[in-house]
């Protein structure tokens, strides 16, 4: 599931990341923080670890959904048109 993370330096982290042990880690929405007395400058963001076999899942999740809202987008276009 998404949770809310965060790095703690200016580079901003990958939006995708495999790790040693087979998991992958998924990352987005990211919101840069400016640095302040207490913090440096860094990155919060929404991540998802999830093990290899559920980003398998994610991906074609990912892909259906794009499909879905194309769709959705050229049946508005058709709808707008035909006013």
């Known amino acids: 599931m998404w949770k809310t993370s965060m790095n703690s330096e200016a580079a901003k982290p990958a939006e995708l990341e495999f790790t040693g042990n087979g998991g992958v880690i998924v990352r987005s ?3 840069p923080v400016e640095a302040t007395e ?3 400058a860094h990155w ?3 991540e998802w670890q999830m093990t290899k076999d559920q980003y398998d899942v994610y991906q074609v999740m990912l892909t259906e959904t794009g499909d879905i809202e194309d769709a959705l987008i050229e049946l508005a276009e058709i709808i707008a048109g035909g006013e």
């Open 29 to 31: 929405n990211y919101k």
């Open 38 to 40: 207490e913090t440096p």
């Open 44 to 46: 919060e963001y929404e």
